[in-house]
C-alpha cells in the first residue's frame, strides 16, 4: 500500500489550483502508460479557496443565483469545470481535498472509491461530535434533521476518473461563510440547508487539527 503524498497548499485561487490538479494528473497518467502498470505514486491536495463558485459538468446554470456584477460585488469566481455534480461554493474556512491517485492501484472502482472518501469525512466530523450520513441520490455528507435544524449538508463530492487517475474530491465546511450559500441552489437542491463544523458546534474550529485529522483518517484502514 502506497503512502499518501499530503501536499497543503494553504489559500490559493482556484484556478490555480485547478492547472496544477491537471499536471499532477498528466503525470500520473504518463508514468501508467510508459510503465504499462498501475502507479503507486500519488498526490493529495488540500486547500482553502478564495470565494469562488463552481459547476460541475452535469451542472445547471439556473442553480446559480446571482449575476456577474453581483458576483463581482461580493469578491467572488464563477467556473465551469470537469467534475461531477452540480454548483457548489468554496472559500477561507472551508477545506478543500484533491487527491490525485490511480484507482487501478489500489484495485478499487469509482463507487468504491466515493465510499471510502465519504467514510473517512464522517470519521473526522465524529471527532468533534456530529454523526454524518450519507443520502440516497445526493452524495456528500449529510447531517439529520432534529428538532431545530433540517436535514443539511456539510461536506460535498465532486470527482473526475480519467484512465482510472482521479481529480477533484471533496469539500468540508469548517469555518466557513455560509452566507455565499445562498447565492446558489448548492449541489441543485432547494429543499435542503447546508452547515459547517463550526456552525453546529458554536464555535470556531482550528483549520490545521482538522487537516491533521483528514490526514489520519483517509490512510487509516
Known amino acids: 500500500m502506497a503512502e499518501f503524498n499530503f501536499i497543503d497548499l494553504g489559500l490559493k485561487d482556484y484556478m490555480e489550483c485547478w492547472k496544477f490538479q491537471e499536471e499532477l494528473l498528466a503525470k500520473v497518467i504518463e508514468e501508467k502508460y ?30 446559480l443565483l446571482a449575476d456577474v456584477d453581483f458576483l463581482r460585488e461580493i469578491k467572488a469566481s464563477y467556473y465551469k469545470i470537469n467534475r461531477g455534480g452540480d454548483i457548489t461554493y468554496h472559500g477561507p474556512g472551508q477545506i ?3 487527491p ?8 478499487m472502482g469509482v463507487r468504491k472509491y466515493i465510499e471510502k472518501m465519504e467514510d473517512a469525512i464522517i470519521a ?15 452524495a456528500g455528507i449529510w447531517l439529520n434533521a432534529n428538532a431545530k435544524m433540517p436535514t443539511r449538508k456539510i461536506c460535498a463530492i ?11 474530491g471533496f469539500a468540508l465546511n469548517v469555518n466557513t461563510d ?11 437542491f432547494t429543499m435542503y440547508g447546508v452547515t459547517s463544523i463550526q456552525q453546529e458546534l458554536g464555535k470556531e474550529i ?16
Not at 455565499?180 to 441543485?188: A, D, E, K, L, R
Open 96 to 98: 478543500v481535498g484533491y
Open 158 to 168: 465532486g470527482v473526475r476518473v480519467s484512465r482510472h487517475v482521479t481529480m477533484h
Open 124 to 138: 473526522v466530523i465524529a471527532e468533534y461530535g456530529l454523526k454524518g450520513v450519507r443520502k440516497k441520490g445526493a
Open 206 to 221: 482550528s483549520i490545521s487539527e482538522v487537516k491533521d485529522l483528514i490526514m489520519a483518517k483517509f490512510i487509516a484502514p
Open 34 to 63: 510508459s510503465t504499462g502498470k498501475p502507479v503507486s505514486q500519488n498526490y493529495f491536495l488540500l486547500v482553502e479557496h478564495p470565494h469562488v463558485y463552481t459547476l460541475g459538468k452535469s451542472g445547471n446554470e439556473k442553480n
Open 178 to 188: 455560509m452566507r455565499y450559500f445562498n447565492h446558489i441552489n448548492p449541489c441543485g
Open 100 to 107: 490525485i491517485i490511480d484507482l487501478e492501484f489500489y484495485k
